[in-house]
């Protein structure tokens, strides 16, 4: 049922969604031109999304919020069951893998307070392609003015922790490491010096939203006008050209040709998405004599997440190794395991397999896609526990969620 809000609520919650996939680009126009910041500042901006979506979802509360709202709860718990553990045995933890899981509850819940207000979702992810693309082109044609309003390199070793001589991309337009082309590798060759980032820094994140544009255009079709239609696509075609990611390749042709499919699929077939996922990589990509963080392709990356996974003990298992999280960046799953524990990893699965009810085509096609999108995104890194690639992705999955669930009510 839709609730009438004001003109500035509406506001505030595109706002919401925006900000949080663009405000490190306003940290670092601030970082290059206006004062140095730090991991502080990315924090406060992170705790002031939250209490955002707290505030503006507030007046729109629905029984559909609380299974997200619950999915935080139990995080809680596995993170004091965590802390204490490591206390126990005298070890710090950080209460980064608790935000991380608030990221997934707030903007789910800010998917179902956009549809419960009324405001179209597809008009907003429009606006933010729209925008991407602007700084995408300003990168790709003019990159020593792009490098010189955000400076990426500088915010990275600012608010990240980085070095110099990691976080350096090409020498002289103060991007980040990973805009680099690497030699020999599967190109789309749209580009001639680098892999792009527009607002969002960093080419990973790129690639992660142009797969939300075509997972929101395969289940909202008919939401988007014709015009947003032709725009969100080619925005998403210039996004993948640009990330130049294999992934995303691989994504986007999954969504396009799966787009007759997943309705055909039985309902609880989502659960066994990832279980079938890793062990099909187990079979063709495991093999730690051969696979190590250096090789950089799909049997490579795939097989050394499954390297990592398989070297997680007891204790990594029930959380008790926090030293091991931030060595476990290239592989989702074992970063998800060593800070949320193996049930803290289960929980997420049943979550995503779950969390949208299929009572027609478009939520049945947002729910596989959700899940082949988590389970393929876990074995290269958690990046969509990133506040630039959850916003968008579990603010389309709590949107579509709660249409399905009115349209059952109905």
């Not at 924090?43 to 007046?59: F, N, S």
């Not at 990159?143 to 309003?149: A, K, M, N, P």
């Not at 790129?206 to 909202?220: D, E, G, K, P, Q």
């Not at 699965?349 to 779950?354: G, K, S």
Request: include cysteine; glycine fraction near 8%.
């Amino acid at each position: 049922m839709k609730r009438t809000v004001s003109p500035f609520h509406m506001a505030l919650l595109a706002g919401l969604l925006l900000f949080g996939m663009f405000y490190n680009a306003l940290l670092a126009v601030l970082n290059a031109h206006v004062f140095p910041v730090a991991t502080l500042h990315v924090m406060l901006c992170e705790a002031l999304v939250l209490a955002g979506i707290a505030y503006a979802a507030y007046p729109l509360r629905d029984g559909a919020m609380r299974p997200w709202l619950l999915f935080s709860g139990l995080f809680v718990f596995l993170y004091l069951w965590v802390a204490l553990y490591n206390g126990v045995l005298g070890q710090e933890v950080s209460p980064k893998p608790l935000r991380d899981v608030f990221l997934i509850s707030a903007y789910g819940v800010l998917g179902i307070a956009y549809a419960k207000a009324g405001l179209s979702l597809p008009r907003v992810l429009t606006a933010a392609a729209l925008a991407v693309i602007a700084f995408l082109l300003l990168e790709r044609f003019a990159v020593d003015i792009y490098g010189s309003i955000f400076n990426p390199l500088s915010y990275y070793i600012n608010t990240r922790g980085f070095t110099e001589r990691v976080a350096s991309g090409l020498e002289g337009l103060n991007l980040f490491y990973n805009t680099q082309l690497v030699e020999g590798r599967f190109s789309l060759g749209f580009l001639s010096t680098h892999r792009l980032s527009s607002l969002f820094l960093e080419q990973t994140t790129l690639a992660n939203f142009a797969i939300v544009l075509a997972m929101s255009l395969s289940v909202l079709w008919q939401d988007y006008t014709v015009r947003q239609r032709a725009l969100v696509a080619a925005c998403a075609l210039l996004m993948l050209l640009g990330s130049d990611s294999r992934m995303a390749l691989g994504m986007c042709a999954i969504v396009l040709l799966g787009h007759k499919l997943w309705p055909l699929l039985p309902r609880l077939g989502t659960l066994a998405v990832m279980p079938m996922l890793l062990a099909l990589s187990a079979m063709m990509f495991y093999d730690p004599q051969t696979y190590t963080l250096l090789n950089d392709n799909l049997p490579g990356r795939f097989g050394w997440s499954l390297t990592q996974l398989a070297q997680i003990d007891l204790q990594g298992l029930l959380g008790g190794r926090p030293e091991m999280i931030l060595e476990s960046m290239d592989s989702g799953y074992s970063y998800v395991i060593y800070a949320q524990t193996v049930f803290g990893m289960v929980a997420l699965w049943l979550f995503t397999a779950l969390i949208v009810p299929q009572r027609n085509a478009p939520a049945r096609r947002m729910a596989y896609l959700l899940n082949v999108f988590v389970a393929v995104n876990l074995m290269t890194g958690p990046t969509i526990l990133s506040i630039k690639t959850a916003a968008p992705l579990w603010a389309l999955a709590g949107y579509v969620a709660y249409r399905a669930r009115q349209e059952a009510v109905a």
